[in-house]
């Protein structure tokens, strides 16, 4: 079984920003296609708004990883069981959405990497080849050698979207493990008590001054790894030229 690289970790490492499909529904068939066409570097999937199945992730996976994509995933929520159900699925990326503390944080970190970075449970998903040693032992390895392989090839986004989560920036940045931040305009504008006006001057300069400080303390954004397209918007944007066109 060949190990799961993070080809989004590469490309960062060549100075690139990695390029994914992104989607709220199941689509193995989507996936397959953007696998076929080539020059995608992984799918990243909507947990908290979208609609998966852990069948559904397992499918969706096992396209990707033939095709040599990765899977990247904003979970639900943060609890270690739902991040696990998603991990033992096969994704090499976990976003946390919600992040206002300190103490979410570092739960966030915890439940998506393997000690000594974080606590990790061990499964028996396909995440994990099935817990078989004749999946996962790549000889001359131990097992602890592997999840440190496996910590090396898994992003982890912290996603915040609060004035709350903005001021308690500077603990949050402490927390280690974090590949990048990602920001919520929408829910921002809404604890700012600007609900529904997420372009408003006052949420994007908070969100400016956030970035700004984000980078200073050497720290990147998720727009600074990778960029997306989304399949619904593909979608959308096509049919409406093609009704344009025949109009």
């Known amino acids: 079984m060949k190990f799961r690289t993070n080809r989004i970790i590469e490309k960062n490492k060549q100075g690139k920003k ?4 992104g989607l709220v529904y199941p689509s193995a068939e989507a996936i397959e296609i953007v696998g076929m066409l080539g020059n995608f570097d992984f799918i990243q999937l909507d947990g908290e708004h979208g609609l998966f199945s852990p069948e559904s992730i397992d499918d969706m996976c096992r396209v990707a990883d033939g095709f040599g994509l990765n899977v990247i995933a904003r979970v639900p929520d943060i609890s270690a069981a739902t991040i696990n ?11 946390g959405p919600h992040i206002e503390t300190v103490e979410q944080a570092q739960a966030l970190a ?3 990497l393997f000690v000594p970075e974080g606590q990790r449970s061990w499964g028996g998903g396909r995440g994990n080849y099935y817990n078989n040693s004749a999946l996962i032992d790549i000889p001359g390895s131990q097992r602890t050698e ?9 992003l982890v986004l912290c996603q915040l979207e609060s004035a709350r989560a903005f001021e308690n920036l500077d603990a949050i940045l402490e927390v280690k493990g974090f590949d990048g931040y990602v920001f919520g305009p929408q829910d921002l504008a809404s604890s700012m008590g600007l609900p529904g006006q997420p372009d408003h001057p006052d949420v994007v300069a908070a969100e400016r001054q956030t970035a700004d400080r984000i980078h200073a303390a050497g720290g990147k954004l998720h727009s600074d790894l990778l960029t997306v397209i989304e399949l619904r918007h593909l979608i959308v944007d096509a049919a409406q030229q093609f009704a344009a066109d025949h109009a």
């Open 146 to 154: 592997y999840m440190q392989r496996t910590n090396d090839n898994m």
């Open 110 to 112: 915890d439940a998506s």
């Open 18 to 21: 990695a390029i994914g499909l």
């Open 85 to 95: 159900s998603y991990l033992d699925r096969g994704i090499t990326g976990v976003w």
